[in-house]
């Protein structure tokens, strides 16, 4: 039975993000996901959640310089260190908002980098940041994302993903299945949930709201 999470970057823009909590609720969500925490202190949001009886169900790694276009750096050569330390830093929210999942964008592909080289610094990666994840019992997340909205992402298709997820082979990595984006790259969207939800490897789902 699906359970519906409101995305309180998306939804509720009269109000600003610490008052949307309080608005989903009275709309009758029980979970909320947005797209980043780090504005806000960890105890501030955690506040917010138990005041109105909601649980967070995912947010975000941090994606690099997203004000300059980036939008994720899990790909990108000459980051590790800070790939991890943004790893680090979710997790450290993740486990104070009792958020089961983290999503982790992939990035943009630069003109000059081939993709075989960015392939294997983003398996690379999310190797690392799925064991670093499980000590603390949280799910890694990787979504195919549409180029059209973003150019040159690194990740666009569902076989993609579950291609990823099983090279890896750990149980903490999983697929954010957006059927959103997966229309505008594949369509067929029943088709895709029939294929892909049953293998155990879709972490979560995103439609207009997200579907855990």
Partial sequence: MPRFAANLSMLYPEFNF???FEVAARDGFKA??????????RE??????????????????PPGDWNH??????????REAEFRAGIYKALDYAT??????????????????????????YLKNLAWAADEAARVGIDILIE????????????????????IVQDIGSPHLK????????????GDVAVK?????????????VSSFSVQ
């Fill in 69 to 78: 276009g980036e939008r994720g750096i899990a790909c990108l050569p000459g």
């Fill in 175 to 186: 697929v954010q299945m957006d059927l959103y984006h997966c229309q505008i790259v594949e």
């Fill in 44 to 61: 501030t949001i955690a506040q917010r959640l138990a005041a109105n009886g909601l649980r967070q169900v995912l947010f975000n790694g």
């Fill in 96 to 121: 104070a908002l009792a958020c089961p999942r983290i999503h982790v964008m992939a990035g943009v592909l630069p003109a000059q980098l081939a993709l075989e080289t960015a392939h294997a610094i």
């Fill in 18 to 20: 610490l008052e949307r």
């Fill in 193 to 205: 949930l029939r294929d892909y939800l049953p293998s155990g490897r879709v972490g979560h789902g």
């Fill in 32 to 41: 909320v996901e947005y797209l980043f925490p780090y504005d806000h202190p």
């Fill in 144 to 163: 195919p994302i549409n180029t059209r909205d973003i150019p040159g992402y690194l990740l666009n298709r569902q076989i993609e993903a579950h291609a």
